[in-house]
């Protein structure tokens, strides 16, 4: 398997698995809270945490799903801003990067 097939592998599991988290964290918050004022209080500090949560899962799908259309577009793997190719690395360590580290630590 080539690294372009690795890489494409590699975020449609980051995506299936980021659209389950956020269907769970979206299936939790609907749950009614507790008639007890103490316990009500505590399911709401944990909703706050989970819709922060859900937040973050919505960002990285968008990411993910950016990086796969640029799979097929053909144009990843290269930097938003100076068009060079964004090292393999750093690809590997975070698959959805957009700009190379060089571009990141400029700006």
């Not at 990086?67 to 698959?95: F, M």
């Amino acid at each position: 398997m080539n690294k372009m097939a690795e890489f494409k592998t590699k975020l449609e599991d980051q995506l299936n698995e980021l659209t389950q988290r956020a269907k769970d964290i979206d299936d939790d918050l609907k749950e009614p809270h507790d008639d007890d004022w103490s316990e009500n209080a505590v399911e709401s500090e944990n909703d706050e945490v989970l819709e922060k949560l859900g937040g973050m899962a919505l960002t990285e799908i968008r990411q993910i799903k950016l990086a796969l259309s640029k799979i097929e577009a053909g144009t990843y793997g290269t930097c938003e801003i100076c068009h060079d190719q964004i090292a393999l690395g750093r690809l590997e360590a975070l698959p959805y990067a957009t700009k190379c580290i060089a571009c990141v630590t400029d700006r």
